[in-house]
């Protein structure tokens, strides 16, 4: 009989604790914490992975929003249309977007806004803030700058 490989048994165990650990905010901290100081995160899958990353929000007031933020951005980063559009998209769709594209894209928005007269990054920060705060994400709204800085500084730092 074969025996398993030590990356698929540590995968096995991460998977089996996931749960347990998402409902207690203290322990996945810890565990994000271990993780980024050996090799061994890349044995969760990348909503783990973003999910562990925006556990350590410490300006963020409640972990069901750390939780959900790091759901929209596994959500929009997987668009192949990430930046957002007040012609096409709206509510939370739009909202999430205003959020990844100035996390990630702040600079490409600006040029689009000087060279091609798109709305400003500033117009798609009260969008995004409006949006979430008008379909009961009041948390995300209040947080919005604190998360785009966040992100920012995980993802997209020189």
């Not at 998209?89 to 739009?94: E, K, N």
Request: hydrophobic share 40%; net charge neutral; proline share 3%.
């Amino acid at each position: 009989m074969a025996q398993e490989s030590p990356t698929n048994k540590r995968f096995q165990q991460a998977s089996l604790i996931w749960d347990d650990l998402v409902s207690n905010n203290e322990a996945l901290k810890k565990l994000a914490q271990e993780l980024q100081k050996s090799q061994d995160i890349a044995i969760l899958n990348a909503e783990q992975q973003i999910t562990l990353l925006f556990s350590q929000a410490d300006f963020c007031h409640s972990f069901d929003e750390r939780v959900y933020v790091a759901r929209v951005f596994k959500k929009r980063i997987e668009d192949l249309d990430i930046l957002p559009l007040v012609t096409e998209h709206q509510g939370l769709q739009l909202a999430s977007k205003c959020l990844v594209s100035l996390s990630l894209f702040e600079g490409y928005m600006w040029h689009r806004t000087n060279r091609h007269g798109a709305p400003s990054p500033d117009f798609y920060r009260q969008v995004g803030k409006s949006q979430f705060e008008r379909f009961g994400r009041a948390d995300v709204a209040r947080d919005f700058d604190d998360w785009t800085v966040y992100i920012k500084s995980i993802f997209a730092h020189r």
